[in-house]
């Protein structure tokens, strides 16, 4: 029952938008509960990992596409039509780019920069100023565009895109139940000391 249970809580972590208290209440369990199998999988930082997963296997497909493309248009090909092996193959790479993405890899920079520049602004902010010319720059080198060109709806010319604040109740009840696991670790240990002196 209870690994049955963790299987939900993790299916829930990973394909809602669930907090871990709001994922406790749903399969009738502590949070605690639910904040220690979060430890023990690492659930957080594959979370995230998932996320950029597909925008790094679209990035490879770019550059399949453009490795295909540089050959077909190459100076020894002049006169030769393309054939239908090369022709389906491009097109399934661009279906499959389409299927990994709802947007381009340049905007999934321009996002992991904005994230980027939002935790140092609170650490250096002259920093992140210099910093900015040298993110566009890279941007528009990587797509020989410019970032006018492929700015997103709510992306402003700082690069920056609105994100979630994280919520303070759920990292402070993380940050207590990681404190009272601390706690009761230490006083197992100082009761073994202490029974191991009798």
Known sequence: MKNEKRAQAQRLFFQTNLSKSEIAAMLDVSRRTVHVWSREGDWERLRLSARHLPSLIAEQCYYVLAHLTRRILSEGREGIPVTLHEAEAMHKVALT??????????????????????????????????????????????????????????????????????????????????????????????????????
Request: net charge negative; with cysteine.
């Open 97 to 198: 780019i389409k299927k990994l993405k709802n947007r381009n890899t340049v905007n999934e920079s321009m996002e992991m920069f904005t994230f980027f520049l939002d935790g140092l602004e609170k650490e250096d902010p002259d920093l992140v100023d210099k910093l900015k010319p040298h993110i566009d720059r890279h941007i528009t080198h990587r797509r020989d565009t410019y970032i006018s060109d492929f700015l997103l709806d709510g992306f402003n010319e700082q690069l920056y895109l609105p994100i979630q604040a994280k919520d303070i109740t759920e990292q402070k009840l993380d940050e207590q139940a990681d404190e009272e696991l601390v706690q009761e670790c230490e006083k197992r240990n100082e009761n073994n000391a202490n029974g191991n002196k009798l």
